[in-house]
């Protein structure tokens, strides 16, 4: 099942909208390379599975887009070791 996400490029960031309520994940692309530095819920959508409905799709999109990833921030670094199947896009 594919994640609605959107590419902001002119923001660095990937956006998720739930209900007018943005939650996102800024990246920096070095080659074939995303990194995550940080990802962001608005404080009324912390844990209701936003953030990590989001990094669902930013990993959807790194493997359609051939992408390794790196997740600097603690939130993409936890999330990523707890879906293994998402491993091999981590650079």
């Given at each position: 099942?594919?994640?609605?996400?959107?590419?902001?490029?002119?923001?660095?960031?990937?956006?998720?909208?739930?209900?007018g309520r943005i939650v996102f994940?800024?990246?920096?692309?070095?080659?074939?390379?995303?990194?995550?530095?940080?990802?962001?819920?608005?404080?009324?959508?912390?844990?209701?599975?936003?953030?990590?409905?989001?990094?669902q799709g930013v990993m959807e999109?790194?493997?359609?887009?051939?992408?390794?990833?790196?997740?600097?921030?603690?939130?993409?670094?936890?999330?990523?070791?707890?879906?293994?199947?998402?491993?091999?896009?981590?650079?």
């Amino acid at each position: 099942m594919s994640t609605p996400i959107r590419d902001n490029p002119d923001k660095s960031r990937f956006e998720l909208d739930v209900d007018g309520r943005i939650v996102f994940a800024n990246y920096r692309r070095n080659g074939s390379t995303l990194y995550i530095p940080y990802v962001e819920a608005p404080p009324s959508l912390r844990g209701t599975g936003a953030a990590g409905r989001l990094m669902q799709g930013v990993m959807e999109h790194a493997r359609a887009e051939k992408l390794k990833v790196v997740p600097i921030c603690s939130y993409a670094a936890v999330w990523i070791h707890r879906h293994r199947e998402h491993h091999d896009l981590l650079a």
